[in-house]
């Protein structure tokens, strides 16, 4: 069983920055690809980026490219997401996802379906 815990969210001016963390209980991290997702009012939750169990994989949606960066520390159990320049239209509920799965799809990496573990969100929200 592993919990994920988001932290880091707040409310910011458009083109601030801001640092997510997402700390994961348990011993076996490392084995865990690790995503974050969105959601904002009335909207589905959407791929926001994810990172493949040893950190040399990433992917990101072509709405954050360029501006937001994923990354983790296996040694500290915790996934992070950089997010700068930020827009209002990324205003949202920011969650960590958690999968133990191996594929060599990428496309894997995108999906909701993918992911076992989650944790339950940090608000984010970029004022105009």
């Known amino acids: 069983q592993v919990q994920l815990v988001e932290s880091g969210g707040g409310l910011v001016q458009a083109g601030g920055s801001l640092r997510l963390s997402c700390a994961a209980s348990?011993?076996?991290?490392?084995?865990?690809?690790m995503g974050w997702f969105r959601q904002a009012p009335g909207k589905e939750r959407e791929f926001v980026a994810a990172i493949s169990w040893s950190g040399g994989n990433t992917y990101y949606a072509d709405s954050v490219k360029g501006r937001f960066t994923i990354s983790r520390d296996n040694a500290k159990n915790t996934v992070y997401l950089q997010m700068n320049s930020l827009k209002p239209e990324d205003t949202a509920v920011y969650c960590c996802?958690?999968?133990?799965?191996?594929?060599?799809?990428?496309?894997?990496?995108?999906?909701?379906?993918?992911?076992?573990?989650w944790g339950q969100g940090t608000q984010v929200t970029v004022s105009s």
């Open positions: 348990g011993r076996t991290f490392s084995s865990y690809a």
């Open positions: 996802a958690g999968s133990r799965q191996r594929t060599s799809y990428s496309t894997a990496y995108y999906s909701r379906d993918w992911y076992y573990y």
